[in-house]
């Protein structure tokens, strides 16, 4: 690992933490030469994931561009970043869990719409009226009246509703 400040190759571990959630290594170093000290972060090397998308196109999986769209969704409603970032990690590990490296953008929305209907209906119905692309007011009604029956349904069964 070369010294971010004066390019030596000879470094030595000071420290080394697993992160919270056990997905990388934190490692502070110290520069054999300049004694300066450097963090580095070691995680697993995964495939990257592509997504095909409804036109065919492929674009590689961008994490943020998920979160961005979640967060989107949820603005102004009660939930937690916190709530959001465990949801994009779940997604995210779902998505390199699959056997295979492309993924269409499909899969990727309905995995977003399951997670926001857990965490809020609201911003499930806004993640839907982007993503579904209504025609009208009657696919928007019955997507809603789609929503209400999951909804009783779980509220007969005794799940927790928000």
């Known amino acids: ?6 390019g030596c ?3 030595r571990v000071v420290d080394s933490r697993q992160n919270e959630d056990g997905t990388s290594i934190r490692r502070r170093r110290e520069c054999e030469k300049c004694g300066r000290r450097f963090t ?4 697993i090397e995964l495939v990257p994931l592509m997504i095909i998308k409804k036109d065919q196109t492929r674009e590689a999986f961008d994490v ?6 979640i967060v989107k969704s949820c603005e102004k409603r009660p939930v937690s970043l916190g709530e959001i970032d465990a949801l994009v990690r779940d997604i995210e590990r779902k998505l390199n869990n699959q056997p295979d490296s492309e993924i269409t953008s499909k899969m990727v929305g309905e995995l977003v719409m399951d997670g926001l209907k857990r965490l809020d209906e609201v911003a499930y119905v806004r993640f839907a009226s982007v993503y579904r692309q209504f025609r009208d007011i009657q696919s928007f009604r019955d997507e809603l009246n789609r929503l209400l029956a999951d909804f009783d349904a779980g509220a007969a069964d005794g799940e927790a509703v928000r």
């Open 1 to 6: 690992m070369k010294c971010a400040w004066c």
């Open 9 to 11: 190759t000879q470094s």
């Open 40 to 43: 580095t972060y070691e995680r």
């Open 64 to 69: 943020e561009k998920l979160r961005s769209g």
